[in-house]
């Protein structure tokens, strides 16, 4: 029997961390309306935050977060992941290249249930891909509250050539 030594995990370097930050964050001037951050960047798993404000009501009486908000969140962090997955693909690139592999990166389908009511003072949105192909790439996302419940779930699919 044929041992494989442990898989190294990939570490991104800082040049392709600030790189993917300024796409996400500044670049893509929808997620700066939303306010969405990126909390934390690895190949296997992203997460984001989302502070609320008045902009972001979807339901007055209530203050809860419009629907529109968490599936844009979902859907940006789903994208993340997948940048992230194609960042860790293609290590022997230097960070440059590898950012520009994103420019035809785009949503296909994308699902979100809403399970609780969206109140809460700030959010969490976390992120994985499942599947990364050659061409079409399927996530897993999560909307939670400050307390740490599940408010909705997402799962996208991302053509990625």
């Known amino acids: 029997m044929t041992k494989h030594p442990p898989q190294v995990p ?3 370097e800082q040049e392709f961390i600030a790189g993917l930050k300024e796409i996400f964050e500044d670049k893509i001037t929808f997620n700066k ?3 969405l ?3 934390s960047l690895a190949p296997e798993r992203v997460a984001g935050r989302i502070d609320m404000k008045k902009d972001l009501v979807g339901h007055y009486s ?3 977060i419009h629907g529109g908000v968490i599936s844009a969140g979902l859907d940006a962090m ?3 992941a997948v940048m992230a997955a194609i960042g860790a693909r293609h290590m022997d690139e230097p960070p440059l290249q590898r950012l520009h592999r994103f420019a035809k990166l785009g949503t296909i389908d994308l699902r979100v249930d809403y399970l609780r ?7 969490e949105l976390r992120a994985e891909v499942l599947r990364l192909g050659s061409r079409v790439a399927s996530t897993r996302m999560e909307f ?3 307390d740490g ?3 909705s779930a997402g799962s996208g699919a991302y053509i990625v050539s």
């Open 62 to 64: 209530f203050n809860r």
């Open 144 to 146: 939670y509250g400050a």
């Open 10 to 12: 990939v570490q991104f």
């Open 117 to 123: 009511p969206g109140i809460s003072e700030f959010f």
């Open 37 to 39: 951050k990126i909390t």
């Open 78 to 80: 789903g994208g993340l």
């Open 149 to 151: 419940k599940l408010m």
């Open 33 to 35: 309306v939303l306010g």
